[in-house]
T-cell receptor, first 114, second 112 residues
Framework: GAVVSQHPSWVICKSGTSVKIECRSLDFQATTMFWYRQFPKQSLMLMATSNEGSKATYEQGVEKDKFLINHASLTLSTLTVTSAHPEDSSFYIC??????????FGPGTRLTVT | KQEVTQIPAALSVPEGENLVLNCSFTDSAIYNLQWFRQDPGKGLTSLLLIQSSQREQTSGRLNASLDKSSGRSTLYIAASQPGDSATYLCAVLSTNAGKSTFGDGTTLTVKP
């Protein structure tokens, strides 16, 4: 099956710094990628939808200036958490949708802000 | 607006049992329905994708069915094993939406 990678798998950063998470579709082209966050024992929460070459569409309540999303190519999307604070600590998961509208998920990135 | 419900929220069965997980959705105008599993602290793994024109899909011990008219899908797991313990989520892609709507999942525990 199709593979989506995420890097890094975990990161610890200090409050006020920025963190970039990469999401890559390794063996297919993804016109659409999604970013989710998930708190322990809770459901996935969609943060934004990104289409290659255009601005991301953010869900209600998600600050676009804080969570910067760039979908630079058909295989790469990045999420930058700017000026991170402890409340941004979470599990961030990306997914990519192929031409057949099947969705594949990355392994997730655990962010801890101290 | 599409709403997806999964019942039960949690299920515990002894090893070897056959079981059924349920997913219901409110808008039958769908493009596809996808079943995933998530292990603790991991991403989601795609299990089965059913296109709107299909009635079922099978992969190994898994069988997923789709009844658009009644807004239901089931995931059947045969001869359950402890390794099947995980949270199972269904996701519905509506025809007028760019994103899938996820249920909250059913957490399955298979006891040895």
């Amino acid at each position: 099956g199709a593979v989506v990678s995420q890097h890094p798998s975990w990161v610890i950063c200090k409050s006020g710094t920025s963190v970039k998470i990469e999401c890559r579709s390794l063996d297919f082209q993804a016109t659409t990628m999604f970013w989710y966050r998930q708190f322990p024992k809770q459901s996935l929460m969609l943060m934004a939808t990104s289409n290659e070459g255009s601005k991301a569409t953010y869900e209600q309540g998600v600050e676009k200036d804080k969570f910067l999303i760039n979908h630079a190519s058909l295989t790469l999307s990045t999420l930058t958490v700017t000026s991170a604070h402890p409340e941004d600590s979470s599990f961030y998961i990306c997914s990519a949708r192929d031409l057949f509208h099947e969705q594949y998920f990355g392994p997730g990135t655990r962010l801890t802000v101290t | 607006k599409q709403e997806v419900t999964q019942i039960p929220a949690a299920l515990s069965v002894p090893e070897g049992e056959n079981l059924v997980l349920n997913c219901s959705f409110t808008d039958s105008a769908i493009y596809n329905l996808q079943w995933f599993r998530q292990d603790p602290g991991k991403g989601l793994t795609s299990l089965l994708l059913i296109q709107s024109s299909q009635r079922e899909q099978t992969s190994g011990r898994l069988n997923a069915s789709l009844d658009k008219s009644s807004g239901r899908s089931t995931l059947y797991i045969a001869a359950s094993q402890p390794g099947d313990s995980a949270t199972y989520l269904c996701a519905v892609l509506s025809t007028n939406a760019g994103k899938s709507t996820f249920g909250d999942g059913t957490t399955l525990t298979v006891k040895p």
